[in-house]
């Protein structure tokens, strides 16, 4: 069981990334996927989660509106589309398998299987 994460970078204030996210072994349309973020010296905290099989979404108040999270089902890839970057977005990214019948999306501990994580650097 594995994720494997790409499409971290640098990138100025006000430009965009996409995230990817593939999953081995497991469908991921039949979990709840979900990016965090991490930063220097921070907590690891949740950045948007999509809900297994459906297209219900969640976001972090800090990235909603500039942030989207979808599926590819035939690829069993997530993606995590970053738009108008903040410098405050830098941070190492995760994308992360949620535990069946969880109850809170932004608890890192309701997550079972982790990828290596992706640098996202946001400077001019």
């Known amino acids: 069981v594995q994720l494997v994460e790409s499409g971290g970078g640098l990138v100025q204030p006000g430009g965009s990334l996409r995230l990817s996210c593939v999953a081995s072994?497991?469908?991921?349309?039949?979990?709840?996927m979900a990016w965090f973020r991490q930063a220097p010296g921070k907590e690891r905290e949740g950045v948007s989660m999509i809900i297994r099989r459906t297209i219900t979404r969640n976001y972090a108040d800090s990235v909603n509106g500039r942030f989207t999270i979808r599926r590819d089902v035939r690829k069993n890839l997530v993606y995590l589309q970053m738009n108008d970057l903040k410098p405050e977005d830098t941070a190492v990214y995760y994308c992360?398998?949620?535990?069946?019948?969880?109850?809170?999306?932004?608890?890192?501990?309701?997550?079972?299987?982790w990828g290596q994580g992706t640098q996202v650097t946001v400077s001019s």
């Open positions: 072994v497991f469908i991921s349309n039949d979990y709840d």
């Open positions: 992360a398998r949620r535990r069946p019948l969880s109850s809170n999306w932004a608890d890192r501990s309701e997550y079972d299987v």
